[in-house]
Nanobody, 123 residues
Framework: QVQLVESGGGLVQAGGSLRLSCAAS????????MGWFRRAPGKEREFVVA????????VYTDSVKGRFTISRDNAKNTMYLQMNSVRPEDTAVYYC????????????????WGQGTQVTVSS
């Protein structure tokens, strides 16, 4: 059974840091582009950041550029999201996702979703 499991969420003060992890199981994901989405209260789920299968290419949404860093360790079948200088508007459920392609394609469908992890930023 293929699973993506997020962890590392929690409560953090504005300006602080948090590191999310997405552990994949059931099959290797070294040939899959992966990414993070989030859904804030009362809003639709939105794209945050993605990384190519080999980790050489990344794409960020403007609101997190310079504050968030995506990475992956294919040997561990795990992806990470380092969140620095967090803001109250970063409060959301964060989801990891994987595509079938090696490069992230915003127009392509998501092959696998995680269940999400809550991040709450207090002001």
């Amino acid at each position: 059974q293929v699973q993506l499991v997020e962890s590392g969420g929690g409560l953090v003060q504005a300006g602080g840091s948090l590191r999310l992890s997405c552990a994949a199981s059931g099959r290797p994901f070294s040939n899959n582009a992966m990414g993070w989405f989030r859904r804030a209260p009362g809003k639709e789920r939105e794209f945050v950041v993605a990384i190519s299968s080999g980790g050489s290419r990344t794409v960020y949404t403007d609101s997190v550029k310079g504050r968030f860093t995506i990475s992956r360790d294919n040997a561990k079948n795990t992806m990470y999201l380092q969140m620095n200088s967090v803001r109250p508007e970063d409060t959301a459920v964060y989801y990891c996702a994987a595509q079938f392609s090696k490069s992230w394609n915003r127009d392509a469908s998501i092959a696998y979703w995680g269940q999400g992890t809550q991040v709450t930023v207090s002001s």
